[in-house]
Nanobody
Framework: EVQLQASGGGLVQPGGSLRLSCVGS????????IGWFRQAPGKAREGISN????????YYVNSVKDRFTISSDNAKNTVYLQMNSLKPEDTAVYYC??????????????????WGQGTQVTVSS
């Protein structure tokens, strides 16, 4: 059974940092891409970053590029999202999801097959 477990959310002041983790199990990690998505209240879920675990290629949307860094530790079946210079507009529930690596680069939630539960990130003073 494929499982993804996201964690690391919390309350942080503007300009602060958080690191999210996504631990996967039940699948061959290196064959997949992991994406990070977020959903703010009243808004659609949006893809913000993903990583091809077979090649290490990384992808970012413009709104988080230069502030967020995606990385992986394949030995631990874990993908991280380091979030720096956080802004109030980054407030959302953050999700990780998995898809076969051939689809890496996609930001569309519909592309992804497996989802973890969300972790809340709140950026507020």
């Amino acid at each position: 059974e494929v499982q993804l477990q996201a964690s690391g959310g919390g309350l942080v002041q503007p300009g602060g940092s958080l690191r999210l983790s996504c631990v996967g199990s039940g699948f061959t990690f290196d064959d997949y891409a992991i994406g990070w998505f977020r959903q703010a209240p009243g808004k659609a879920r949006e893809g913000i970053s993903n990583i091809d675990l077979s090649t290490g290629n990384k992808y970012y949307v413009n709104s988080v590029k230069d502030r967020f860094t995606i990385s992986s530790d394949n030995a631990k079946n874990t993908v991280y999202l380091q979030m720096n210079s956080l802004k109030p507009e980054d407030t959302a529930v953050y999700y990780c999801a998995a898809v076969l690596a051939e689809y890496a680069g996609s930001y569309s939630p519909a592309t992804y097959d497996y989802w973890g539960q969300g972790t809340q990130v709140t950026v507020s003073s």
